[in-house]
């Protein structure tokens, strides 16, 4: 596995603008209140050509008895934990404060190679540094992160720290987990990981970041996205949550597969639809994971009632696969990751080039094409050149004379052929050009 560099320190000191920096790219939402940075966030990076997943933590305030700081005061321990190095970030503006001793304290207990940061030291001087040498880890780094200087020196100091031995990436599938606030998201996290690894809290929103986490299970990896609630838009009020939500659309996007996170006590609402929308979209394959199934009462027909409520309103994508759960229980947790490896591989499926033509062309014998304004559309042949989502070409004499209905019809036929169930599949008309 790849060595990890933690980043700690009390709030507001400018660990997440440092992530950014090393990430490339704003990854962890940076706001000038304390205790943005909730879960730990992850990337990873490079650094003189080594390699390692790097780590922010929200803000550590050991002696606070808010219930929200003692999680985050959890999760950033969680992070010492399992680090190979540790930045323990200060700010050159604010000095020394009791709460960097406290911190300090703490690092000393966890025995960990520590790189000490004194940030936001815009003209260096050296009588700047001089008081954090008391906290006895050692030389202090000067540090610009909102100016990305020193940054270089931080990572030579912190890689020089990594443990001996060859390092490696392992391929993982990648699924995000996404749904409306307070759906269970997180509980589902932490119960396919076996531990506290997100923030679980009964207060909507809790999570803000999209957080990745990679686990093994058997002989097979995985990369697992916990992401922040996706409000309706009137409802997204504050900029950090805003972000958020933004960060939750993007772990969509470089995600293998979505679990779509539903509370059934409360049934499919609008909002749930629009997110699925969303990722049917986005061509991702999915599961819809209908949570809290522990909270209905049931009879023999339960299932097959939400079931006929959820081909109603996802009419729009019928292929639908789905789960009813309790994260709270466990009760059918254990098939999660086995139907999210089933739809991966279906969206991964390739029809054979003969045998697709030969069930297209049967399909246009039995139902010719609408014609339009004396036209017929004229099919030459059909391809699939891509999957992630399967996709099939048309060529045809004009495009235009594709009719959706038609085009519905087409689908149906190759879905009737081939399991693409859980994932959407693309069907693009193109004109034959001479040649071709």
Same mark, same amino acid.
């Given at each position: 596995?790849?060595?990890?560099?933690?980043?700690?320190?009390?709030?507001?000191?400018?660990?997440?603008?440092?992530?950014?920096?090393? +990430?490339?790219?704003?990854?962890?939402?940076?706001?000038?209140?304390?205790?943005?940075?909730?879960?730990?966030?992850? #990337?990873?990076?490079?650094?003189?050509?080594?390699?390692?997943?790097?780590?922010?933590?929200?803000?550590?305030?050991?002696?606070?008895?808010? /219930?929200?700081?003692?999680?985050?005061?959890?999760?950033?321990?969680?992070?010492?934990?399992?680090?190979?190095?540790?930045?323990?970030?200060?700010?050159?503006?604010?000095?020394?404060?009791?709460?960097?001793?406290?911190?300090?304290?703490?690092?000393?207990?966890?025995?960990?190679?520590? #790189?000490? %940061?004194?940030?936001?030291?815009?003209?260096?001087?050296?009588?700047?540094?001089?008081?954090?040498?008391?906290?006895?880890?050692?030389?202090?780094?000067?540090?610009?992160?909102?100016?990305?200087?020193?940054?270089?020196?931080?990572?030579?100091?912190?890689?020089?720290?990594?443990?001996?031995?060859? %390092?490696?990436?392992?391929?993982?599938?990648?699924? +995000?987990?996404?749904?409306?606030?307070?759906?269970?998201?997180?509980?589902?996290?932490?119960?396919?990981?076996?531990?506290?690894?997100?923030?679980?809290?009964?207060?909507?929103?809790?999570?803000?970041?999209?957080?990745?986490?990679?686990?093994?299970?058997?002989?097979?990896?995985?990369?697992?996205?916990?992401?922040?609630?996706?409000?309706?838009?009137?409802?997204?009020?504050?900029?950090?949550?805003?972000?958020?939500?933004?960060?939750?659309?993007? +772990?969509?996007?470089?995600?293998?597969?979505?679990?779509?996170? %539903?509370?059934?006590?409360?049934?499919?609402?609008?909002?749930?639809?629009?997110?699925?929308?969303?990722?049917?979209?986005?061509?991702?394959?999915?599961? %819809?994971?209908?949570?809290?199934?522990?909270?209905?009462?049931?009879?023999? *027909?339960?299932?097959?009632?939400?079931?006929?409520?959820?081909?109603?309103?996802?009419?729009?994508?019928?292929?639908?696969?789905?789960?009813?759960?309790?994260?709270?229980?466990?009760?059918?947790?254990?098939?999660?990751?086995?139907?999210?490896?089933?739809? &991966?591989?279906?969206?991964?499926?390739? +029809?054979?080039?003969?045998?697709?033509?030969?069930?297209?062309?049967?399909?246009?014998?039995?139902?010719?094409?609408?014609?339009?304004?004396?036209?017929?559309?004229?099919?030459?042949?059909?391809?699939?050149?891509?999957?992630?989502?399967? /996709?099939?070409?048309?060529?045809? *004499?004009?495009?235009?004379?594709?009719?959706?209905? &038609?085009?519905?019809?087409?689908?149906?036929?190759?879905?009737?052929?081939?399991?693409?169930?859980?994932?959407?599949?693309?069907?693009?008309?193109?004109?034959?050009?001479?040649?071709?």
């Amino acid at each position: 596995m790849l060595p990890t560099i933690a980043i700690v320190g009390r709030p507001n000191v400018g660990k997440s603008t440092f992530f950014n920096k090393v +990430a490339g790219r704003r990854i962890s939402i940076t706001d000038n209140r304390p205790g943005v940075t909730r879960d730990r966030v992850t #990337v990873q990076a490079e650094w003189r050509g080594k390699p390692f997943t790097l780590v922010d933590t929200g803000g550590i305030e050991l002696k606070s008895e808010d /219930t929200m700081w003692k999680h985050i005061a959890l999760q950033a321990s969680l992070a010492v934990d399992t680090a190979d190095v540790i930045l323990f970030f200060t700010d050159a503006r604010e000095g020394l404060t009791s709460s960097d001793s406290d911190v300090a304290d703490f690092l000393r207990r966890s025995k960990k190679p520590v #790189v000490l %940061v004194v940030n936001k030291v815009d003209d260096y001087a050296p009588e700047k540094l001089a008081e954090f040498w008391a906290i006895g880890l050692g030389e202090p780094h000067a540090v610009s992160a909102e100016h990305s200087r020193g940054i270089g020196d931080v990572l030579d100091a912190a890689v020089a720290q990594f443990p001996k031995g060859d %390092v490696f990436e392992e391929n993982s599938l990648k699924i +995000a987990v996404v749904g409306k606030p307070n759906a269970g998201k997180s509980s589902i996290v932490n119960r396919l990981l076996g531990s506290e690894r997100t923030i679980v809290t009964p207060i909507a929103g809790t999570t803000r970041d999209a957080i990745d986490t990679r686990f093994t299970r058997g002989e097979k990896a995985y990369t697992i996205i916990d992401t922040a609630g996706i409000r309706r838009k009137r409802s997204v009020e504050d900029d950090v949550e805003y972000y958020s939500v933004l960060r939750a659309f993007d +772990a969509v996007n470089r995600a293998d597969v979505c679990l779509l996170v %539903v509370d059934s006590s409360e049934g499919l609402t609008e909002q749930d639809v629009r997110i699925i929308g969303y990722v049917h979209e986005q061509g991702k394959p999915s599961v %819809v994971v209908m949570n809290k199934w522990d909270l209905i009462e049931k009879d023999t *027909n339960t299932i097959q009632s939400f079931e006929k409520k959820l081909k109603e309103d996802l009419k729009f994508m019928d292929y639908y696969k789905s789960v009813y759960i309790s994260a709270k229980t466990g009760q059918r947790m254990d098939k999660l990751l086995s139907l999210a490896e089933e739809v &991966y591989a279906h969206a991964g499926f390739r +029809a054979p080039t003969g045998t697709l033509n030969d069930l297209i062309i049967d399909a246009m014998r039995i139902s010719e094409p609408p014609s339009y304004l004396g036209r017929r559309m004229k099919l030459y042949y059909v391809s699939q050149p891509s999957v992630h989502p399967p /996709t099939f070409v048309f060529m045809v *004499n004009d495009e235009k004379l594709m009719h959706f209905s &038609y085009e519905r019809y087409l689908e149906n036929v190759i879905r009737g052929a081939y399991d693409f169930s859980g994932t959407p599949i693309r069907i693009i008309a193109r004109a034959k050009k001479e040649g071709e």
